[in-house]
DNA sequence: GCCAGATACTTAACATGTTAAGTTTATAGA
DNA sequence: TCTATAAACTTAACATGTTAAGTATCTGGC
C-alpha cells in the first residue's frame, strides 16, 4: 500500500516463492488424501512410514529407520513401544553390539500393511494422472536434486 | 531376499517414489540449513512463517494466517500469545465483527523480521545456485501444479 | 585389563500438529 | 424479538517434532 517501489519493501521475495513453504504445501496438499485413508486403519501418518520402511526394507536399527522414516529417534523411542504392544513390530538387541535395537515387522503388521497399500496405491494413481505422469517423474527429479543439494545430508554418515 | 520377482512383494511403489516422503526429505534437507539461522535469532521456523506472512501481507485474521503459514488455527491459539509477550506481533478484536481477531507486526517485529530476511536470503541464494535457476523454476511451477491437483485446497473457502 | 571418548538409544521438557469439544458472536428465519 | 444455526476462535488431550541431558555399551590406546 505505502510501499514505494524497492521491490516490495521486504527485502526478501514473497512467501509463495520460498521452497520450504511450497514442499509444505504441496505436501499438506496431498495428505489431505491420505490421511482420512490412515486414519481409518488407525494409523498415523509416521506409523505408517515406519510400516512401510519395514515392509520395504526389512529389520534395522533406529537410527537407520529414523533416516529412512525421516523420523528422529527420539519420537522413535516413543512410537515404537506402542505399535510393539499393537503386535505391529518386533523390537530386540543386536546380539554382537548390545547399543542396537533391531527393529521387524510382524506378520500382523505386514497384513495391516498389505491392506493400507492397497487402498494407498489407488489413491496414488489418481493423484498421478492429475499431475501428470511425465510432470511427476520431473518432479521426483527435482526432488532429488535438491535432497542431494544439501550441504551434508548425512545419507550414511 | 526371499521374494518371488512379482514386483517387490509389496504391492506398493518404493518408499523413495512416495511423493509426500519425497517433499519431506527435501524439506527437511533445506531447513538443515535454515533451522540454525533462525535459531540463532530465537525464532522457531512456525515463528519465523508467522512474522514473514505478516509483514509481507499486512495484517490478518487468525485463519487467514494459518492458512498462509499452513499452521493449524488451534496452533496458532497457543502461539501467538506468545509472540505478542514478546512484543512482536498484536492481536486486537475486529471492530464490525467481534469474531474476528486480527493479527499485526510491530516495528520490533519488523526489525527483527528484516534482520533474518538479510541472512535467509543468502542462504537462499546458496541453495539456488547449487540447484539451478532454471531447475528450481521448474520446481516450483510442479509444485504449483501438485498444488493445485489437490481435490479443494480451500484456498479462499 | 583399564579408561577416556565415541556410539546408540532413552528420557525429559517444551513447542507444535491434530482432532474434538467448548465459548462467544453473528446471521437468518419465524 | 427469539431462536437455531453457523462462524471464528479457544481450550484440552494426546501424538509427534526438537533439543539437551542421561544411560548403557563399545572401541581404541595405554
Redesign the pocket.
Known amino acids: 500500500m505505502s510501499e514505494k517501489k524497492k521491490g516490495n519493501g521486504l527485502a526478501m521475495r514473497p512467501f509463495a516463492r520460498s521452497l520450504p513453504m511450497q514442499l509444505l504445501r504441496a505436501r499438506?496438499a496431498l495428505?489431505q488424501e491420505f490421511?482420512p485413508h490412515l486414519?481409518k486403519h488407525g494409523l498415523?501418518?509416521?506409523?505408517w512410514r515406519v510400516l512401510r520402511a519395514l515392509a520395504e526394507a526389512g529389520s534395522m536399527?533406529?537410527?537407520?529407520l529414523g533416516e529412512m522414516c525421516?523420523?528422529?529417534?527420539?519420537?522413535?523411542?516413543?512410537?515404537?513401544p506402542?505399535l510393539e504392544s499393537e503386535g505391529r513390530i518386533e523390537?530386540r538387541n543386536d546380539r554382537?553390539?548390545?547399543?542396537?535395537?533391531?527393529v521387524s515387522i510382524t506378520a500382523k503388521g505386514r497384513a495391516l500393511f498389505q491392506r493400507v497399500a492397497k487402498e494407498s496405491e489407488q489413491i496414488y494413481a489418481s493423484i498421478e494422472r492429475r499431475i501428470g505422469s511425465s510432470e511427476l517423474k520431473t518432479l521426483y527429479e527435482l526432488l532429488d536434486k535438491a535432497i542431494r543439494a544439501a550441504p551434508e545430508n548425512a545419507q550414511e554418515k
Open positions: 499438506e495428505m490421511r486414519r498415523s501418518e509416521q506409523q536399527d533406529i537410527n537407520a525421516q523420523i528422529h529417534p527420539a519420537s522413535l523411542s516413543r512410537m515404537l506402542n523390537r554382537d553390539d548390545q547399543r542396537y535395537i533391531i
